[in-house]
């Protein structure tokens, strides 16, 4: 990538994205991030809050963190950490049951009982973040319980796991058993748990069995219920944003896991492959952007243009430019075309979402689900050398967790909704965390 086109990740992402969700992205009376933003940079009312959404903007401040892109006594790093507390206090056996219900209803309470795999994969992954950027051992332990709870929750009697509890339908779908193999991954880095590695090699092989494709190597996205493909040959849904996410962690597995030489030069393959067929199949041939889905003989049948696909494959460019040299033209074309098209300066850190195949827009808001992968291409440029440290954080941060306990254990006992109980909630309580003496 061009000199240029670094300095422009760097802004988008420092200057403008992440100050947008940081600030008006950030609803201090409820302490939990907004859903939705207009392009204007106004909330948008939902009527639910969706647990991933919150774990996912936890996860991406936390990471800013650690790559030094926030002094260690920042609002912003507070106002996460603060918000995995309530997002503890109201997600989490919320409803008197094992697990984090899905989503919550305007007045705090549960708006979806269900317990999804798919958003328990995202809390596990705000956890091994905030893990990494503080070094507080209660987010590693409650990591582990939340594992345990998942891996029994939606535990089936064959390979894999149920998406949901109770279960919807009899479709097994490969969607969030990719997160729930990124969760584990990121654990494992954080922790040096073997367990987490464990699972991860699990569901690897998973993929590698069930999920690909043996004609054409593509990754397909619905199976039945004993792991066979949804429809005939030729019929089944590919997304090719999926297939460079998949190729992307599959090489995170072979960085992590030490694999062989046999192993990882198969694993090699198949991440090859994915890259290949999402590349001449799965975009368009004048553009280069990435289409949402076609079929696994190569025949697209959704010409619209999410805008994270194009993420999707420039972090695996990334990865490639690094790890084989190559793909550095590509990498320069997208990004050029991704601030064109989807990330425009009168956004001012906004973006459009998606395109339909006339390249015309078809939403006018910003939902925060999209922002944790629109990070992702940017970090490298915008990375700062001085980073904090990744074990046990910065003392600032140390003085936070042990403030963040006292919290917790108040929220427990309070009842913040009294008239005789001062506490208002974590929020009021940012002016203190930014004043701790040092330890």
């Known amino acids: 990538m061009s000199r240029g086109l670094g300095a422009t990740w760097r802004e988008w992402l420092v200057a403008r994205a992440l100050p947008l969700w940081s600030e008006r992205g950030f609803d201090p009376e409820r302490g939990l991030y907004h859903e939705r933003l207009t392009w204007s940079g106004a909330p948008v009312a939902l009527p639910e809050l969706r647990l991933m959404v919150q774990a996912r903007q936890i996860a991406v401040y936390c990471r800013a963190g650690l790559d ?10 507070a106002q996460a950490l603060l918000c995995l507390e309530t997002v503890e206090r109201l997600y989490w056996r919320a409803d008197g049951a094992p697990g984090w219900i899905f989503s919550l209803a305007p007045n705090g309470g549960p708006a979806s009982r269900v317990r999804d795999l798919y958003a328990h994969a995202f809390i596990l992954f705000a956890y091994a973040w905030a893990y990494r950027l503080t070094g507080a051992p209660r987010y590693r332990r409650a990591a582990r319980e939340t594992a345990s709870e ?11 796991f149920k998406d949901k509890v ?9 969607n969030p058993h990719m997160h729930l193999l990124e969760a584990c991954l ?12 464990d699972q991860a090699q699990s569901l690897v092989g998973l993929a590698c069995q069930r999920f690909v494709d043996a004609r054409s190597g593509a990754l397909l996205e619905e199976f039945d219920s004993g792991w066979a493909p949804l429809a005939p040959w030729g019929r089944n849904r590919v997304e090719p944003g999926h297939l460079f996410e998949w190729a992307w962690l599959l090489g995170e597995y072979r960085r992590l896991a030490a694999c062989g030489a046999e192993e990882d030069a198969r694993l090699r393959a198949v991440a090859d492959r994915f890259f290949l067929v999402g590349r001449d199949w799965g975009c368009a041939p004048d553009t280069g952007l990435v289409y949402d889905a076609m079929t696994e003989d190569g025949i697209v049948f959704e010409h619209s243009t999410r805008i994270w696909p194009q993420t999707e494959l420039l972090r695996l460019l990334g990865q490639r430019k690094i790890t084989e040299g190559s793909e550095g033209a590509d990498l320069s074309s997208l990004s050029g075309l991704f601030f064109a098209r989807y990330a425009p300066s009168w956004l001012a850190g906004g973006w459009v979402d998606r395109l339909d195949k006339r390249l015309a827009t078809t939403v006018d808001y910003m939902p925060a689900s999209s922002f944790n992968r629109l990070c992702r291409p940017g970090r490298p440029y915008a990375s700062s050398p001085r980073r904090c440290s990744e074990r046990t954080g910065t003392k600032v ?9 006292n919290l917790h254990r108040i929220m427990d006992s309070s009842d913040p909704t009294s008239p005789t109980n001062e506490w208002s909630g974590p929020v009021s309580h940012y002016g203190a965390l930014l004043m701790l003496p040092e330890q």
């Open 397 to 405: 941060l140390l003085g936070l967790t042990r403030l963040f306990d």
């Open 186 to 197: 990121a654990l494992f880095e954080a922790t040096g748990e073997a367990f987490y590695l």
């Open 150 to 160: 998942t891996w029994r929750l939606f535990a089936t009697d064959g390979e894999g």
């Open 166 to 174: 109770p279960q919807a339908d009899a479709i097994r779908r490969q």
């Open 68 to 77: 030094g892109l926030y002094e260690p006594s920042a609002p912003a790093l």
